[in-house]
């Protein structure tokens, strides 16, 4: 089992750029796939970013191709994503999440998910 805590949500300007942390408890983070999932009001959770366990691999989806970078340091137990050119709606509360399995680009892949952190950006 792993236990997940983000960190480094905010209120920034479209345009702007933040830096989403999980960290991970547990021996075996490293064995872990991992993703990030946005879900905005009203909304399903929606894949985002995932990452290998060896970070050898990475998933986008469309939406944030080329603005957005997931990354992971194992030494750490710690996957990132990082966020540029943020647009108004990238506004939700991002969740990071691990799983074991392959399927990492849908929500029902992952057994561990964290609190959330919430991203607000202003037109």
């Known amino acids: 089992q792993v236990q997940l805590v983000e960190s480094g949500g905010g209120l920034v300007q479209a345009g702007g750029s933040l830096r989403l942390s999980c960290a991970a408890d547990?021996?075996?983070?490293?064995?872990?796939?991992m993703g990030w999932f946005q879900q905005a009001p009203g909304k399903e959770r929606e894949f985002v970013a995932a990452?290998?366990?060896?970070?050898?691999?990475?998933y986008y989806s469309d939406s944030v191709k080329g603005r957005f970078t997931i990354s992971r340091d194992n030494d750490k137990n710690t996957v990132y994503l990082q966020m540029n050119t943020l647009k108004p709606e990238d506004t939700a509360v991002y969740y990071c999440?691990?799983?074991?399995?392959?399927?990492?680009?849908?929500?029902?892949?992952?057994?561990?998910w964290g609190q959330g952190t919430q991203v607000t950006v202003s037109s």
């Open positions: 990452i290998s366990w060896s970070g050898g691999r990475t």
């Open positions: 999440a691990a799983t074991g399995g392959t399927q990492i680009t849908t929500a029902v892949g992952y057994s561990y």
């Open positions: 547990g021996r075996t983070f490293s064995s872990y796939n």
